[in-house]
């Protein structure tokens, strides 16, 4: 069937969605969102208020009864078809990616399918979702467990992931039988409307999925209203320690995923080559605003040196510009960030660490006025600077020098965050007691970037996720379901007449 619903991303209107259509917002309230590759202002989005809020809650409540008792064999079909669109149209939805974050096209469509791999995950949903039953627990009696789905379930994203990240969520959430109300990050509002109009081609019931364009007015709206029954962010760490504290004291579930100082550990057996490619891939890929980026690399021993330099040849090389282009390294999402990224490299340079590589200047390959900022490289950072203590999200990649493994882990352990970490080595023994000692919930070894596959789950430790659940994988299924547990009594036609007799005491198994 050819489509007749999605179109390129300038011409899908910014509105919210809901209940299946496209809906102006009304509050008058709107933020501006640009190209960050030229600094061109390409829309207006509407921001709710909170009475256009409760109307889109209201909306995904209403659809709710409904998809719950839709058959699984029938919601499954729907995840299917989404799975065949996203596949034929993920060039349309990277495009939309680039226009809006500035990521390059490869990185986008990188995201896109690590999205994808969950819905494909939850395409799985009749087995994954599957009770247990014992026979004859007691006598003539058996016992069954069930999930069943909660109700409406908020999404609260964070910019750096238009797709992959709402998509974390979502697949497993309709899936299981709920409805959504997904608000994306105000900077990059139209992979989400895109995706709204492939959930609608795909035979997804009106109001299932439906999308919340604002700010924190929209947000404090799915915190408190009490018709959302589970609330998934992600976002930065006093963002996200406000949402779980907030929607958990409305009584709901809640998975807030918070920011990040990732840890590459580089031992002096390590092959160095190997870990300055890596360095480079995770420290400049998406101009480091990702969550698992690597910002401090933990030189350890003699090899300081030797690294430095190889890392620092590899990152004069790359080229920064327009993602549209031929560039390995696209601009950071906005003029704020971009000030913000070059205000701690003021500092690190301040504070007395070595700058190799300066990405306040360089040649962009870009056209207008963007948000560039080239990869950077500070050496002898120590724990106190700011370019360390604090989550910079740009590339800027720190080099902090110990003697030993075990300062190494000592440093990691130390710091408030705990999303992702690496260590490249080639001692099996060493990278095995790393992965046992080390406070951080996602690890890699000779593996820079160490996001976990669909089917285990994603999410780090300490101020990096407040809740107990991660996302995706078997966690993802167990947070957007509750449990039931059935006991059932049915006695043998030959032995109904006797009766069960009185007893007044706690029922025991007999
Ligand atoms: P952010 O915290 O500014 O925004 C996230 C969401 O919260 C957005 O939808 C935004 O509209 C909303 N929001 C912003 N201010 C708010 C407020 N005062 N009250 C209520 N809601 C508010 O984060 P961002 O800049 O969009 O994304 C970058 C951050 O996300 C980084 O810290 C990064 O580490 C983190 N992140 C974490 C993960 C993870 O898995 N742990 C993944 C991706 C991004």
């Known amino acids: 069937m050819a489509s007749v619903l999605l179109q390129n991303s300038s011409s899908i209107p910014l509105t919210h969605w809901v209940a299946g259509a496209a809906i102006e917002g009304t509050s008058g309230r709107v933020s501006q969102v640009t190209n960050p590759a030229t600094g061109e202002v390409t829309g207006q989005l509407p921001l709710a208020s909170a009475e256009e809020s409760a109307r889109v809650i209201e909306a995904a409540k209403a659809a709710f009864p409904a998809w719950r008792d839709s058959s699984l064999a029938k919601r499954t079909r729907v995840l299917f078809r989404f799975r065949e669109l996203l596949d034929a149209r993920a060039s349309e939805l990277a495009e939309i990616i680039t226009s809006e974050h500035g990521k390059v096209l490869s990185d986008a469509a990188g995201e ?19 009770g247990s039953m014992t026979e004859n627990a007691s006598t003539n009696v058996d016992v069954s467990s069930i999930r069943q789905p909660l109700g409406v379930c908020a999404i609260i994203a964070p910019f750096n992931f238009p797709a992959m990240v709402p998509m974390w969520f979502f697949p497993l959430a309709i899936a299981a039988g709920n409805t959504v109300v997904l608000k994306p990050s105000e900077r990059v509002p139209t992979a989400a409307l895109w995706m709204a109009r492939l959930w609608k081609e795909a035979g997804l019931p009106d109001g299932v999925f439906n999308v919340l364009n604002g700010d924190k007015i929209a947000v404090d709206a799915l915190l408190t209203n009490p018709d959302v029954k589970s609330v998934s962010f992600v976002g930065s760490t006093p963002i996200a320690r406000y949402v779980y504290e907030t929607a958990t004291a409305s009584g709901k579930r809640v998975q807030a995923l918070g920011g990040a100082k990732n840890h590459m550990v580089v031992l002096p057996d390590a092959d160095l080559d190997l870990a300055a490619d890596q360095a480079i891939n995770a420290g400049f890929g998406s101009a480091g605003e ?9 030189a350890v021993g003699s090899i300081a040196d030797a690294l430095v330099e190889k890392i620092s040849a590899r990152g004069a090389a790359l080229r920064t510009g327009d993602g549209r282009r031929r560039c390995q390294m696209g601009p950071l999402v906005s003029k704020a960030a971009l000030e913000r990224v070059t205000r701690y490299i003021d500092a690190g340079e301040a504070a007395g660490a070595t700058l190799v590589l300066d990405g306040r200047k360089g040649e962009f390959d870009a056209d207008g006025d963007g948000f560039f900022v080239g990869p950077t490289l500070f050496d002898n950072v120590s724990p106190d600077m700011s370019i360390y203590t604090d989550e910079i999200f740009g590339p800027v990649l720190s080099v902090l020098r110990v003697d030993t493994y075990e300062q190494a882990v000592e440093l990691i352990n ?15 023994g060493v990278a095995r007691k790393f992965q046992n000692e080390v406070e951080v919930g996602m690890i890699g070894i000779n593996v820079p970037v160490p996001v976990p596959m669909a089917y285990y789950s994603f999410g780090g430790w300490k101020n990096s996720l407040f809740g107990d659940t991660h996302a995706h994988g078997v966690e993802g299924v167990h947070f957007f379901t509750r449990g039931k547990v059935v006991t059932t009594r049915w006695v043998d036609p030959a032995e109904r007449a006797e009766g069960s007799g009185i007893n007044l005491g706690f029922p025991q198994n007999t």
């Open 414 to 428: 130390s710091n408030p965050y705990g999303n992702g970490t690496a260590i490249f080595t080639n001692d099996g």
């Open 290 to 298: 990702r969550c698992m980026a690597i910002s401090a690399l933990v």
């Open 112 to 130: 896109v399918a690590r999205g994808q791999e969950v819905v494909e995950f939850a395409c799985g949903i009749a087995h994954l979702i599957k």
